[in-house]
Structures are given as C-alpha cells and as structure tokens.
C-alpha cells in the first residue's frame, strides 16, 4: 500500500514490539514538551529531563544507557517515527528499559528444535523519547518525553554488569583472546590473565566466560571445506620450513578431508630411541570439531612424556583406525613399538592385531579404572571400593592362577556373575593384567604416576578454543614447550647430587651410568635386595625375604655369560633389574651390573646424542652407545684409586691429541665430540 507525502512512518527495532509494548501511539511528532509530564524532575546533568539537547540521537542514546546502567536496568531502541517526503526523514525515536513489552509469541516449527529460553520482559513502561528539531538552525535532538518508573527491581551495582547490554569484548580484547586460544589455554585460564593484565578483581572484566566461549564458537562457524584447505596448507607451510616434518592425509569421495595425521622431526627423533613402548590414546575428542583425536605418547630415559604423532578422524572405525598405524609406521620408517597400550576399544584391538603383528597390545588400566564408578558405583553401593581394593589386588597378583582362582571368588563374594563388565574384564584379562604382562616391556607407563604425568601432557593442547588449522600449530606449541621445560628437568636433575643410600659398588657404578631417574628406580630395589636371603639350589638360586619360611623367586645366573633372569620379570617388565637379581650379584661378589642390564634408553643421553643418533646409520648408533658405555665405565673404575686416575687421564690426553689429529669427513664425526660434554 502506498503512503501519501506527509504520512507518518513508524519503524520497530524488535518487531516483537509492535503488539507487545505502548508508548502513546497517537501523537505527533510536532507534540510540543509542555504537554510531557515528568516523572523526575531534575536538571542535573547525569539524569535525563524534558528539553534536554543531544546534537545526535546515538549521543541521547548513549547518555541514556550510562544513566540505565548507573541505576540498575539497561536499555534498548524501541521504534523510530519519521515522515516520508523530500527532507523530512527521521524525526522521533523512542528508547526503553530491556523489560518492556511482553514475551513475544514464537511461532513453532516441529522440524527444528526449539531453545527453551525464558524471557525478562514484563511490560516494564520506563522510557526516555527524544525529537528532532531545527528550532535554532542546525538540527539537534531533545528529550521530549521521560518515565523513570519500573515494575520490577532494579539491580545493584555489583548485579547490572552482568547485563547483556554492558558486557562487552572489545576488538584489542577479542585479539588477546584468540591469541591465548592459540596456545591451548582454558577459558577459566584466559579470563584470569586479563584480570592481571587489567588489575581488576576476579570477575569484575566487562565479559563473562560465556562471552568469550560464544565468541570463540562464532569463529569455528566457517564452511568446513574451508577449514580442511586452510589446514592442509598450514601444513604444507610446516613442511616447507621444515622438511623432516611428515604429515598424510585421505580424502573421501567428495574430495573432503576424512583422515588427517603428522608427526615433527623432533618426534621422529624421540621415537628413534624411546619408541618401544607406546601409548595410542583415542578417548579424546577435538570438541570444537566433532573429531576423534588419537595421539602416540611415549616415555624418555628420564621419565617424562615424549611426543611421537597425533591423528584427527573423521570415523571411529576399523577402517579409520588401520589406515592410522600404517601412516604412523610410515612416518617412523616401518620400526614398530615393542608394546602399545590402547583404550578398551575393539576397533583398534583389530587395527592393531592387522598392523602391527609383532607388536604387544595391551590396554591401559588407568583408562580402565576411569570408567569403573559409572561401571559399578550404582551396583556395589557402599561395597564399591571394598571391590575396587580387590580389583588392584588381583591385578597386581604374581601368577596367573592366583588371579583366575582370586577373580572368581571375588565374583561369588560381591555377586557380580552376570554383570557384563566383569565378563568382558575377564574376557580380556591378558590385555590388563599383571600377570599375564609382566614379560613384556612397557616402560613404567602402566603405573598410576605415568599416567597422570601423560594426561596431564595430553591436556595441554586438548584446551584448543580456535580453528582446525591451528590446532597443528597448537600442538607444536606444546611439543616444543615440553622438549624445553624436558631438557631444562634434565639439567636440574643432573646438576643434583647423587645420595648413595648403600654404599655398594654396583649401587656408585650404575649412578655414573644411568639417568637419575632411572637411578632412584635402581637405587630402590638395591635398598630392598639387603633384605633378601638367596639359597642357592640345583638350576638357580631362590630369593625370599627375611621374614618369610617359604616361597620366594627364581633367580637364575650364569656368570661366565653375565646373564641373570628372575621369575618376578621386572627387568623385562620395567628394564629395572629387581632386588632378587641384585641380592645374587652381590652374594656372588659381582660389582658391577652387567651392561646388558642398564639398558640404552635408560641412560644418560643427551640431546644433542640424540640428534646424532637420529641422523645416523644403526652400525653409528650401536658404536656411539658403546663409546658412552665404554667412557662411563672408564669413569667409575679411575676413580676407586689415585693410581688409576692418574694413569687414565694420561691415556685419554694421549688418545684424544690422537683423535684430534684425525680428519673431520662427516658431521656425524664433527657432532660427536658433544657426547664427552656429558661426563
């Protein structure tokens, strides 16, 4: 319909308004401001009153909202009246508290689900009209109309910022914000430094945690196309700068990115030498974009978390899972782990059995025990950790037949026949229990301090608030800060004094050779093997503790071969010789352990022999190895006499004018002269 010049034009800003909300409709925009009656009458200037001049509307509605918010409501812009012709535009805006009106009438659509959000309105008739006039030349505007009273409470001060109105990022603050996204810190994390940066009180910022998550969520709203161009040139980008870093990816048959994983080249290098025992953690997810998220987590010699390759799927599948290992085997030259621990997972325990045939799987117990209050806290009631202490003890029961015969009784006792986790636990007792795992090694990763310090690695770039892409940046970010704070952990730790607690010569030998770390495992077991006895019998020896008449462990020892093996397999659980073995050696005058029994990746090595050994062939490797052995060795022994040390430094100066003399023909000879530094 058309409107006649002159005729007045009425614009809501919330069409809810239109029916919900009365303002004296009839009047016009020539009502003169005698015929306004005032609710306040006041001239002051932090209140708003009949003729007061504003030279734009934005600048009334400013000044209105900063009184709104001193009082404890806030505002908003209700409707705008004007008249159509040449020259005559906007001419009357209303503005209103942010309860006026009434809850507005939500058409429904059965096919799209609904958001039950309540609403504040409560017809609440407070506003403030201003009117544009020309009255002195230049058009400015003036308060023509003015309604202090509310029908509801007004907020306190420390109440009225929590307003929608009043809480608000501003671009310098959105900036910071995504910068922390980027590295992985949490909302709760990023909301605390700028209440530092700003000094202010915990929770007095002009947003709320909801308001940074909501605006980090509008920055993942973009096509997912474009996320998987932007993430697979991110990493072609990493690989230009850095041609060791190895990424693959697959895509389905709409050309879409479906599986995507990669690896550093410090990773690769860890895993060169620490990669025999695995941990493949699948129980994550990347929120923000729906994705299972698998990582490959390891231990080094001085028993903090390595990271080795990190996959995003778009499936959790066999299929997804299969085509996983194969990429990670690729990405370290076909070498696979000796052990890989995995969640409870079918899926993978098939992937695993097809990919990586010589290798031992096995699940990890913490992932297990993480689940058990859902499993059977409603079942077992009060009884749940009478249950959970005969869980642990069977799963670190010796034999195999202790734990079958305990794993029954404990069913009959605590009535958990039928209940289906406990059939499946049993069903696959060889993948968690002690028992049936103690003849494989896994490098400590089983224990409950591990697996907390490997969470806790996990966490640091699960908190990834930003894009797709970024999150390979992000995990760099957190694998970097992990190799710097692990060699900054290695030099406090070598820069520490060693305590002898025994006094023994295997005890002072193995502290020149070992990581401290690994050391103080030793160091215990060499303190518990003084309360051994050891019998010796016709095929070995048998070990038990002082207080106990029966029972023990097998030792078995051939000295001319310096082989010893015990039946407790802590040695080949953990690469720890135990405290059955010790108490042989030293009843049988050995003072020194056997090479072989302080293993390579549990001695001291430091980064720059790792990067050599990376970069080097295995024949290189062996005989830098052997070199560090030889030079620990020579060490320990110098040092028992004066004698002794003499000689051998007049040896090692000879030798090393010798060395010098020689030509440097390959970086692997020019880097090896680092190895020294370190004893």
């Not at 507005?104 to 544009?132: D, F, H, L, W």
């Not at 990890?364 to 409603?378: D, G, H, Q």
């Not at 908190?463 to 190799?483: G, I, M, N, P, Y």
Request: charged share 25%.
């Amino acid at each position: 319909m058309s409107i006649g010049a002159g005729q007045m034009l009425v614009a809501y800003d919330d069409p809810s308004d239109q029916h919900s909300f009365s303002l004296d409709d009839n009047s016009s925009a020539e009502e003169s401001l005698d015929e306004t009656r005032l609710s306040l009458e006041s001239t002051n200037e932090t209140v708003p009153y009949i003729g007061q001049r504003f030279d734009t509307h934005d600048a009334a509605y400013e000044f209105y909202c900063e009184f709104a918010k001193r009082c404890g409501f806030s505002i908003r812009r209700h409707r705008t009246e004007g008249k159509e012709g040449v020259g005559k535009g906007l001419t009357r805006r209303y503005f209103v508290c942010h309860r006026a009106g009434n809850t507005p009438v939500k058409s429904t659509n059965e096919s799209k689900p609904q958001r039950n959000r309540k609403s504040s309105r409560c017809g609440c008739q407070a506003y403030m009209r201003i009117s544009k006039t020309t009255d002195l030349g230049a058009p400015e505007w003036r308060v023509t109309g003015f309604v202090n009273h509310h029908n509801h409470e007004l907020l306190e001060p420390n109440q009225v910022r929590f307003l929608p109105a009043y809480r608000t990022i501003s671009d310098t603050d959105k900036s910071r914000i995504l910068m922390f996204a980027k590295t992985g810190i949490s909302v709760q994390q990023m909301m605390r430094l700028m209440e530092l940066e700003k000094c202010v009180e915990p929770g007095y910022l002009p947003f709320t945690e909801k308001d940074v998550r909501n605006l980090l969520q509008s920055f993942r709203k973009i096509d997912p196309e474009d996320e998987s161009i932007d993430l697979l040139r991110m990493c072609g980008n990493i690989k230009e700068k850095d041609p060791k870093f190895r990424f693959e990816y697959t895509l389905d048959s709409n050309n879409r990115l479906e599986n995507i994983a990669w690896s550093y080249a410090s990773s690769i290098q860890s895993y060169e030498i620490f990669g025999d025992a695995v941990v493949f953690d699948t129980t994550h997810r990347l929120t923000a974009f729906d994705m299972p998220l698998g990582l490959w987590v390891g231990i080094n010699n001085y028993g903090m978390p390595c990271f080795f390759g990190c996959v995003l799927m778009r499936e959790d599948n066999l299929r997804s899972y299969s085509w996983a290992l194969k990429v990670f085997l690729g990405f370290m030259n076909g070498k696979a782990p000796q052990t890989i621990l995995t969640d409870q997972n079918m899926c993978l325990k098939e992937a695993i059995s097809m990919e990586m045939q010589t290798t031992k799987h096995a699940l990890c117990i913490w992932m297990i025990v993480a689940k058990f209050p859902s499993w059977f806290n409603a079942i077992l009631g009060e009884r749940y950790n009478e249950w959970k202490s005969e869980f642990y003890r069977l799963y670190n029961v010796e034999s195999i037949e202790e734990f079958e015969i305990g794993w029954k009784e404990m069913q009959n006792f605590f009535g958990l026949h039928s209940n289906r986790h406990i059939i499946n636990l049993f069903a696959l007792r060889s993948y968690w229990a002690l028992p049936y795992l103690r003849s494989y090694f896994f490098a400590g990763m089983t224990s409950a301090g591990q697996s907390k310090s490997i969470n806790s690695f996990i966490q640091r770039f699960l908190s990834s608030q930003t894009r797709l892409a970024h999150f390979v940046e992000q995990v760099a970010v957190a694998v970097d800060f992990k190799d710097q704070a692990g060699e900054q952990q290695t030099m406090q730790q070598n820069l520490q004094n060693i305590s002898l607690k025994t006094g023994a010569p295997m005890e002072s030998h193995a502290a020149t050779v070992l990581t401290p770390f690994a050391f103080s495992k030793l160091q215990e077991q060499l303190v518990l093997a003084a309360h051994y006895a050891s019998f010796q019998m016709e095929d070995g020896f048998l070990v038990r503790h002082h207080t106990k008449l029966e029972g023990g462990r097998r030792v078995y020892w051939i000295p001319r071969d310096g082989v010893i093996s015990c039946s407790c397999h802590l040695f080949e659980f953990s690469g720890i010789l135990c405290r059955h073995a010790l108490r042989v050696l030293s009843t049988g005058n050995c003072f020194q352990i056997p090479d072989k029994y302080l293993p390579l990746r549990w001695r001291k090595i430091s980064t720059s022999s790792s990067k050599l050994l990376h970069n080097t062939p295995s024949d290189h490797a062996e005989r830098i190895q052997l070199l560090q052995s030889m030079v620990s060795n020579l060490i320990s022994e110098s040092t028992k006499s004066k004698e002794r040390l003499d000689i051998a430094t007049e040896q090692v100066s000879i030798l090393l004018s010798r060395i010098r003399e020689q030509p440097v023909s390959s970086p692997v000879i020019r880097d090896a002269s680092s190895i020294h530094r370190n004893f």
